[in-house]
T-cell receptor, first 116, second 111 residues
């Protein structure tokens, strides 16, 4: 399977714990995005990387959230001191960006986080 | 006000019906437009891009009105397998290409 993969698919944790999610993009895709989706809402943009550089972070991404893409390949999203409001589906997407064109983003299956 | 607004539905229609979804966006700087489909507890998947000239893909027709900042999706001869949530999406490619999603419109096609 050469699509976007995410691990784990499900995570249940207790409030106050730290969690880390991983995203493996489609090979050779230079852009990687993180989104969050809560029940009944569309996905909301969190952050994105162009290769290894994190170029934008949403105001939704509080200081408890950190994302990395150390070698421009896979990415991790860490949430520290989880809160019940962090419960959501965390979606990763990747794309190959060419200048002045709109690239198609391909989504992974998501990591569903439940904070008890 | 949300940047992209959709009627959340649900739309309950019989097989074979024609159904139309509407969407409005508030930022006139929006540059690209899409409809994504999302099945229950699955990831969003691109259904089609939306162009000012209108575009059609089989039973699906998408329209864009930049002056009114309005996007539509028409599904003809609906099938049971069309049951899903349809997400209206805008994109700013000069701002990193992030996608701005509407809330989604739920469609349920009944036999």
């Amino acid at each position: 399977d050469t699509g976007v993969s995410q691990d784990p698919r499900h995570k249940i944790t207790k409030r106050g714990q730290n969690v880390t999610f991983r995203c493996d993009p489609i090979s050779e895709h230079n852009r990687l995005y993180w989104y969050r989706q809560t029940l009944g809402q569309g996905p909301e943009f969190l952050t994105y990387f162009q290769n290894e550089a994190q170029l934008e972070k949403s105001r939704l991404l509080s200081d408890r959230f950190s994302a990395e893409r150390p070698k421009g390949s896979f990415s991790t999203l860490e949430i520290q001191r989880t809160e019940q409001g962090d419960s959501a589906m965390y979606l990763c997407a990747s794309s190959f960006n060419r200048a002045l064109t709109t690239d198609t983003q391909y989504f992974g299956p998501g990591t569903r986080l439940t904070v008890l | 006000r949300k940047e992209v607004e959709q009627d959340p539905g649900p739309f309950n229609v019989p097989e074979g019906a024609t159904v139309a979804f509407n969407c409005t966006y508030s930022n006139s700087a929006s540059q690209s437009f899409f409809w994504y489909r999302q099945d229950c507890r699955k990831e969003p998947k691109l259904l089609m891009s939306v162009y000012s000239s209108g575009n059609e893909d089989g039973r699906f027709t998408a329209q864009l009105n930049r002056a009114s900042q309005y996007i539509s999706l028409l599904i003809r001869d609906s099938k049971l397998s069309d049951s899903a949530t349809y997400l209206c999406v805008v994109n700013y490619y000069n701002q990193g290409g992030k996608l701005i999603f509407g809330q989604g419109t739920e469609l349920s096609v009944k036999p």
